[in-house]
């Protein structure tokens, strides 16, 4: 039985009453459904594993080092000790506090968009229920912010099936009252109610401005993932003629010509000119990156990032 089918399963069995049920849309229902069949064939427990590597060490703490013994892990090889020693030691690690995770997932009205089968906001709860089902099954705590240009609804770290299928509904079903975006509010806010380090994934299209300092911040605090959204055409317009273009969280509305070559390239510069900022933006702060889009494959991403993230550990 795959990862998913055995969280979904316990969730059934366990923690969900008939009760429960009638008060979940079918809508939802079949959102989350939709969810575990789509990747139950991609999230495996390989998927849990290569999350428990990738953030491996976040809340353990050195202790000492002690000769190495067949079936030990040659990446804790301690080398200086090894050479001093001539022969190998490893290092040794106990575990120092549980390790929070938080979600930080953007609402915003330009998440609203999607020219292939879903929209961006729909990825976005995709991926954010992908990470709270990884982290829940290694036993971590989670917690989630859900954002606009406000902070819409705060749930806190906690453990348990129950908690996670709170958090994964908040996420599917949750009807934003503001409209725009910034990346200030969610940054701030898990400055002031994170004290202690986490790993905090920050969801989102990012078409925001001036929020560097509090990027800057939050990196230095925590280990601070940055997950970007897009969708093609925000970057590459058809050939269609004439369309109204309209910024779903300013109001503001342009008639654009597609078949005028010189301002679609100037429209895909322009847009490629932004991303590339944003990755230099990210570099610069040493936030890692993960880019998702509307059009791609929603798991291979995620767990491409943890493998990268496993080597460099």
């Given at each position: 039985?795959?990862?998913?089918?055995?969280?979904?399963?316990?969730?059934?069995?366990?923690?969900?009453?008939?009760?429960?049920?009638?008060?979940?849309?079918?809508?939802?229902?079949?959102?989350?459904?939709?969810?575990?069949?789509?990747?139950?064939?991609?999230?495996?427990?390989?998927?849990?594993g290569d999350y428990v590597s990738a953030?491996?060490?976040?809340?353990?703490?050195?202790?000492?080092?002690?000769?190495?013994?067949?079936?030990?892990?040659?990446?804790?090889?301690?080398?200086?000790?090894?050479?001093?020693?001539?022969?190998?030691?490893?290092?040794?690690?106990?575990?120092?506090?549980?390790?929070?995770?938080?979600?930080?997932?953007?609402?915003?009205?330009?998440?609203?968009?999607?020219?292939?089968?879903?929209?961006?906001?729909?990825?976005?709860?995709?991926?954010?229920?992908?990470?709270?089902?990884?982290?829940?099954?290694?036993?971590?705590?989670?917690?989630?912010?859900?954002?606009?240009?406000?902070?819409?609804?705060?749930?806190?770290?906690k453990k348990g099936k129950a908690h996670?299928?709170?958090?994964?509904?908040?996420?599917?079903?949750?009807?934003?009252?503001?409209?725009?975006?910034?990346?200030?509010?969610?940054?701030?806010?898990?400055?002031?109610?994170?004290?202690?380090?986490?790993?905090?994934?920050?969801?989102?299209?990012?078409?925001?401005?001036?929020?560097?300092?509090?990027?800057?911040?939050?990196?230095?605090?925590?280990?601070?993932?940055?997950?970007?959204?897009?969708?093609?055409?925000?970057?590459?317009?058809?050939?269609?003629?004439?369309?109204?273009?309209?910024?779903?969280?300013?109001?503001?509305?342009?008639?654009?010509?597609?078949?005028?070559?010189?301002?679609?390239?100037?429209?895909?510069?322009?847009?490629?000119?932004?991303?590339?900022k944003l990755k230099r933006l990210f570099?610069?702060?040493?936030?890692?990156?993960?880019?998702?889009?509307?059009?791609?494959?929603?798991?291979?991403?995620?767990?491409?990032?943890?493998?990268?993230?496993?080597?460099?550990?």
């Open positions: 039985m795959s990862f998913f089918s055995n969280v979904f399963e316990g969730f059934k069995a366990t923690h969900i009453s008939t009760e429960e049920e009638e008060n979940i849309s079918p809508e939802l229902m079949q959102k989350i459904r939709s969810i575990q069949i789509k990747t139950s064939h991609l999230v495996t427990e390989l998927m849990v953030f491996k060490g976040r809340g353990m703490e050195f202790n000492t080092v002690r000769e190495y013994q067949a079936g030990d892990d040659i990446r804790l090889i301690d080398w200086n000790v090894t050479a001093r020693m001539e022969q190998p030691f490893v290092k040794e690690y106990i575990e120092e506090r549980e390790l929070n995770v938080m979600l930080m997932v953007d609402v915003s009205s330009s998440g609203n968009f999607g020219t292939g089968e879903k929209l961006k906001n729909e990825i976005s709860a995709e991926v954010a229920s992908i990470l709270a089902f990884a982290a829940i099954r290694n036993n971590d705590k989670i917690g989630l912010v859900v954002f606009s240009d406000k902070i819409e609804h705060y749930i806190p770290p996670i299928w709170n958090i994964i509904r908040t996420i599917l079903n949750y009807k934003p009252e503001g409209r725009l975006t910034d990346l200030n509010i969610p940054l701030e806010y898990l400055l002031k109610i994170q004290k202690r380090k986490c790993v905090a994934f920050l969801i989102s299209d990012f078409q925001a401005t001036n929020y560097e300092t509090n990027l800057k911040l939050v990196s230095k605090k925590h280990d601070l993932v940055a997950i970007a959204i897009s969708d093609p055409r925000e970057t590459n317009l058809p050939k269609i003629g004439l369309v109204h273009l309209r910024d779903a969280e300013s109001g503001e509305n342009l008639i654009f010509d597609t078949n005028d070559e010189e301002a679609t390239k100037l429209y895909s510069v322009h847009a490629r000119q932004i991303r590339e570099r610069s702060t040493g936030v890692d990156t993960i880019e998702i889009r509307t059009d791609s494959a929603v798991v291979e991403p995620i767990v491409r990032y943890f493998k990268i993230r496993e080597k460099r550990h």
